[in-house]
């Protein structure tokens, strides 16, 4: 079981966190991340992929890219038990 959650990534950030919520180029809404690492040679992607587990609540190997490795806008699906991360996601975008 998982979870399909769509993110807006800010690279070379100051400090790495979640930023709240926004709305995305569809006008759905994406759970905005920080990361410090910069776009380059998947690091960032990476960086997200980790902040994204660690915030969860569950292992970095519970998160996979689906779509966006070259873009801000991501797609991640995360591993897990839907109902639980649902109530996590839901404080993030607090």
Known sequence: MSLTVAVKVTPKAR???????APG??????????VTEPPE??????AVLRLLAERLGVA???????R???SRE????????PAALTT???????
């Open 15 to 21: 400090h790495a966190g979640v930023l709240g919520i």
């Open 25 to 34: 180029k569809d006008g759905a809404p994406l759970l905005r991340l920080a």
């Open 41 to 46: 040679d998947g690091r960032a992607n990476g």
């Open 60 to 66: 970095p190997s519970a998160c996979t890219l689906l």
């Open 68 to 70: 966006g490795a070259a």
């Open 74 to 81: 991501k797609l991640i699906r995360v591993e897990g038990d």
């Open 88 to 94: 996590r996601l839901a404080a993030l975008g607090r």
